[in-house]
């Protein structure tokens, strides 16, 4: 009789009653992810720089998200977005990365009211000083003319030396600007910075930017406006040297006097040939 009155009290006793293991849900997600276009893996490091500080989810390259935008973008409440810039002076696509292909196609369908994006971009400011990370001009409105609610807004103080860019509204860049080729010592700082910023500020907490982001004015016209980069001819030596740069993608620096040539089937290898 014991025995079965303790049976029949087992089923009841909470000590042994069975709890399910929680549920994972959307909540449980990082409340914000970068995702990036690069080239050269340049953008790809401060990507990296950017998810260490804040610690969000990422860094995912862009390209490897194509056809499915609109449901990985929905898993997050703050988007960081960031690209390089190759097309100098074009007037759209001017990335040279799968967000050019993206902007005007599976992007044009997508429904961003109420989301938190901010921008940062990669420019040489040195060779390419009247058109400093133009790119990042591109990929702000973009993400703006969806309903995003933008973010991220960085003085263009003393610390840069280009001429004009076309991610720059008055006396502000729409975002985080880097640049890895002439001031890679200064990105980690520049990094450590805006995030923290952008935490101070709510970004990825849901609400309105707070005062003192970028206005959608229209961009600073650069001094002089050079035509947008076209590939440019394998050097000979080259070509009789194993054919290394022919069908490779190129981008000519009258500034640095030089051509990097960017492999065109997955635009992450590249490299430079200096004038003679």
Known sequence: MKTASLLLLLPCASPFAFSPPPLRTSSSLPAVAVFFGTSTGNTEDV???????????GPFPIDE?????????????????????????????RSGTAWD???????????LGGKHVAVFGLGDSEGYAANYADASGELFEVFEKRGA?????????GSYVHTASKAQRGG???GLM?????????????????????????????GEAPAGEA????????????????????????????????GWTAYRSDEKRSTMYVNPENGREAYYVQDK
């Open 215 to 246: 206005a959608p004015a229209a961009a600073e016209p650069a001094a002089e406006k050079p035509a947008a980069a076209k590939p440019a001819p394998a050097p000979a030596a080259a070509a009789a040297g194993g054919g290394r740069i022919k």
């Open 172 to 174: 502000r860049f729409v």
């Open 65 to 93: 998200h194509e056809g499915s935008l609109a449901d990985d973008f929905s898993k997050y409440d703050g988007l960081i977005v960031g690209t390089p810039t190759w097309n100098t002076g074009a007037d759209s696509e």
């Open 149 to 157: 609610v933008m973010f991220g807004g960085t003085d263009a103080d």
């Open 47 to 57: 990507a990296s720089l950017i998810c260490a500080a804040y610690g969000c989810a």
């Open 178 to 206: 880097c640049d890895q080729m002439n001031q890679e010592e200064l990105s980690e700082g520049r990094v450590d910075k805006w995030v923290k910023e952008l935490k101070a500020k709510g970004f990825g907490e849901g």
């Open 101 to 111: 292909e993206l902007y005007y196609g599976e992007m044009g369908k997508l429904e």
